[in-house]
């Protein structure tokens, strides 16, 4: 008889599993991860049609916006943009006509910093760094180093995320602003990719299983701590996207859930980043919304990322970002449990289900 001991924190998979909005989603993923370690935390899912189905590992859905964050990350590295980099768009923020995607200035020009472009998640402004500049191959080799179409190398099976670009301008606008249903990821890898952010670029390799005892209590396998980090974007980089995914949370699109922030005596002690994602499928029946991002401690050294994923049905129910707060706020409320927390706390945890 093996007896598997997990890295899930049992207080936070349950506070989670237990607030997921049943009635109005098709669809809950939600992954909370420590940045340095890839221990995962959490790991809550709901599945409307299949009971057994944990969305956090299913990678079929639409990555829509979150692909930004690899867009700009190629941007610095690529191209030597900067999070105050002045870029253009004329039109709506949030469309992405072709007419867009030219580099003519005119007094119906917008000029804003790169930082606030994706705080705000202006598609044209992306749209034309795809289009214009990065173009398929570095799109193609950007995707690649944050681990599209590439195992997770994770304890459980979960299919990797899918990245494919036609050969069209267009194509490379719409794949590099997240306006297609084509880019898919899971909520997992969402983590992540966040997690780069705050590991100078590297992209933590996730783990849920600390290690296996045999009836006497004698190890067979212990959760690997050197498998080497996936350089996804240079250090600069991962400061820049800091800096964007920072304004995303004081005055971008995640602005009205955090508003309060500043005031709440958890999340006051905290630096928070994130970015948004929303898109229907290709049928309209269900709206996908993301967040993806990050907190750290401004005294401490404790960093956690956070993945949220919401198949909104015909009412907008709860929001990935509501479940974000939610996690960041239930594990710093209490700072003094949480280091505290041992492994033998964790001995015999199941692997989560929904």
């Known amino acids: 008889v093996l007896q598997v001991e997990t890295t899930l924190d049992p207080d936070l998979q349950r506070f989670l599993l237990d607030r997921i909005d049943r009635d109005n989603s098709r669809h809950v ?7 340095a370690t890839g221990r995962v935390l959490a790991m809550a899912g709901y ?18 916006s979150i692909f930004k964050v690899v867009t700009a990350a ?11 980099s002045p870029v253009h768009f004329s039109g709506p923020k949030h469309t992405l006509y072709k007419r867009q995607l030219t580099d003519r200035v005119d007094r119906y020009t917008t000029t804003i910093p790169l930082r606030e472009a994706f705080a ?8 034309k760094l795809g289009g214009l500049r990065l173009r398929k191959p570095l799109l193609e080799q950007s995707a690649a180093a944050f681990g599209f179409n590439q195992p997770l190398g994770f304890d459980l099976p979960c299919p990797p995320s899918r990245f494919q670009v036609g050969d069209e301008p267009y194509n490379w606008a719409e794949a590099a602003s997240g306006f297609n249903n084509d880019t898919t990821i ?8 966040a997690s780069a952010v705050l590991n100078g670029g590297r992209m933590a390799t996730p783990s849920i299983i600390e290690r296996v005892v045999d009836e006497r209590g004698t190890p067979v396998y212990r959760r690997q701590t050197q498998t080497p980090p996936r350089q996804a974007m240079s250090p600069r980089a991962a400061a820049a996207l800091g800096q964007m995914m920072e304004e995303t949370i004081a005055s971008g699109t995640a602005r009205k859930t955090f508003r309060r922030h500043r005031k709440d005596q958890v999340l006051a002690r905290l630096q928070i980043g994130g970015k948004t994602g929303s898109i229907d499928n290709a049928t309209h029946e269900v709206r996908y919304d993301w967040f993806v991002g990050f907190a750290r401690e401004r005294a401490g050294g404790r960093q956690l990322v956070v993945s949220v994923m919401v198949g909104h049905q015909k009412y907008i129910g709860t929001r990935a970002t509501d479940y974000a ?4 706020s239930q594990y710093f409320a209490n700072p003094a449990a949480r280091n505290a927390l041992s492994t033998a706390s964790r001995t015999g945890s199941a692997l989560p289900s929904t």
Do not use: K, T, W
């Open 325 to 328: 707060l939610m996690a960041l």
């Open 47 to 64: 599945d409307r049609f299949d009971p057994n189905g944990n969305p956090c590992l299913q990678s079929q859905f639409p990555a829509a």
């Open 29 to 35: 993923g939600i992954v909370v991860m420590e940045a």
């Open 186 to 193: 899971s909520p997992l890898h969402g983590a992540m990719i």
């Open 120 to 127: 705000d998640s202006v598609n044209p402004v992306f749209g």
């Open 74 to 84: 190629a941007a610095v590295d690529r191209l030597g943009y900067g999070a105050d």
